[in-house]
């Protein structure tokens, strides 16, 4: 049985960097980036922000329904497939045919919220990406504060990863599944 894993977290905690390094823990593993299909868009991008117009929502359900395709069909074939992708609480619909897939493994990154605004300081520098991050960062844990008591009684892996290497959380996420959680 080969597992799929939903990497999600607030922007620049290290979802890609450990969505990477869990699926190479696999003879056939596979990362999938949302925001990498997302920006295969060439022309009329629309950029996440405070106010989520009709446009964005298409183009974000767009990514992820084809990430979903995707992940099933490289699963099917015997890979281990790690997505990641930006906390969004309305993901669940999007996600609908992977979370109830009986190999899915749900993880939410979640170091403390200066922890994120150090890394993406040290990711973007000052230029204009670290204000939209930064608002990005200061958005989504305002909405993850309050959800996740549920996302755990939905069985969610929650992982503070603030004092955590990327092989320690990768490690953990795999003790945690070893043991059947």
């Not at 999600?8 to 905690?13: S, T």
């Not at 920006?39 to 009709?54: Q, Y």
């Not at 979370?99 to 230029?127: C, F, M, T």
């Amino acid at each position: 049985m080969n597992p799929i894993f939903l990497v999600v977290g607030p922007p620049a905690v290290g979802k890609s960097t450990t969505s990477r390094a869990l699926a190479a823990r696999f003879p056939r593993g596979l990362h999938i980036p949302v925001d990498d299909i997302r920006n295969m868009v060439v022309s009329g991008i629309v950029l996440p922000g405070a106010a989520w117009s009709d446009d964005l929502t298409q183009q974000v359900t767009l990514a992820r329904t084809s990430v979903v395709h995707m992940a099933l069909t490289y699963h099917s074939a015997g890979f281990v497939v790690a997505i990641d992708d930006f906390w969004d609480p309305n993901h669940r619909s999007d996600y609908r045919a992977l979370l109830s897939h009986p190999d899915i493994h749900k993880i939410v990154l979640y170091p403390g919220q200066g922890e994120a605004h150090r890394r993406n300081l040290e990711r973007s520098g000052e230029g204009p990406a670290r204000a939209y991050i930064d608002e990005g960062v200061r958005i989504v844990y305002q909405q993850l504060n309050a959800a996740i008591p549920q996302l755990v009684q939905e069985g969610w892996l929650v992982v503070d990863t603030t004092a955590l290497t990327v092989e320690a959380t990768v490690t953990r996420i795999l003790q945690r599944m070893a043991a059947g959680g």
